[in-house]
Every structure is written in C-alpha cells, then in structure tokens.
C-alpha cells in the first residue's frame, strides 16, 4: 500500500505543477507579451505579411483585458511600433507613431501611420487613437 500512496502524491504533485505553469502563462499573455502574425502589406518592407511579432503588452502601463489602462507608466514615442485597436471598426492594427503633440499627456490620443503609405490605412483615414486602444509596443521577429 505504501507505494500506492506514494505514486498518488507524486500524480497531484505534477497535476498542481501544471495547473501553476499554465496559470502563469495565461497571466503572461494577459497582462505582458503576446504572439501575433502580421497580415497585410501596410508596414512593408519592415513588417510583411506573415511575419511573426510580440507585442510587449506592458511597455506603456497596465491594461485590464477588454477594457483600458488601469496605470500608464510610460507613452508610445515618436517611431515606435504599435499594435492598436482601430477606432471605429474594432479591428487590430500594427503601425508605427508618427509624431507626439508637444505637451501631449497621458491620456491624449496618437497619430498612426502605417510604413507603406500608398498600402495604408491608418490615421490619414480614421484619425487620433486613443491611449486605451493601443495594445503595446511591437517587436518584430
């Protein structure tokens, strides 16, 4: 019997060491860095489409999942990459900051603009982004 036990402690040993494993990573790609892959050719040539990107979800503050920022500790600089929520149509966007209003704070929205300007669709089309729908700053892989 003595083996019986201990082979069932050992089970729930590794059942509790997956449970912890799995929980972390679910925290990972909640709250600090995601996988995408890039689809169309708007960021080209530095992005193309299938590229494989992290987005470093906790480079600009603390985002609660489906909402907005609960902390922003820093702000996108001029030529940072971005993955955003697109204002009016809901859908992902990669592109790159095109320039910071003097002054601007925390809250103030940014100015998208995708590398390849004639594939592009960004702020030229649908205007400022708010802070809450940029999603983290993206490093190409």
Not at 69 to 87: E, G, H, Q, T
Request: glycine share 10%.
């Amino acid at each position: 019997m003595p083996k019986r036990k201990a082979k069932k402690a050992y089970t729930i040993g590794w059942l509790i060491v997956f449970a912890c494993v799995i929980s972390v990573l679910v925290l990972l790609r909640t709250f600090v860095i995601d996988l995408a892959i890039a689809s169309g050719d708007s960021m080209q040539p530095g992005i193309e489409s299938g590229d494989l990107i992290i987005v470093f979800k906790a480079a600009y503050g603390l985002r609660m999942p489906g909402q907005g920022y609960l902390l922003i500790w820093a702000r996108p600089r001029p030529r940072d990459i971005v993955a955003a929520i697109r204002p009016d149509g809901g859908s992902l966007l990669v592109k790159r900051i095109a320039f910071e209003r003097p002054g601007a704070g925390r809250g103030d929205p940014v100015f998208l603009l995708g590398d390849n300007l004639h594939e592009s669709r960004d702020s030229r089309e649908f205007g400022l982004v708010p802070m809450n729908n940029v999603l983290g700053k993206v490093f190409p892989l």
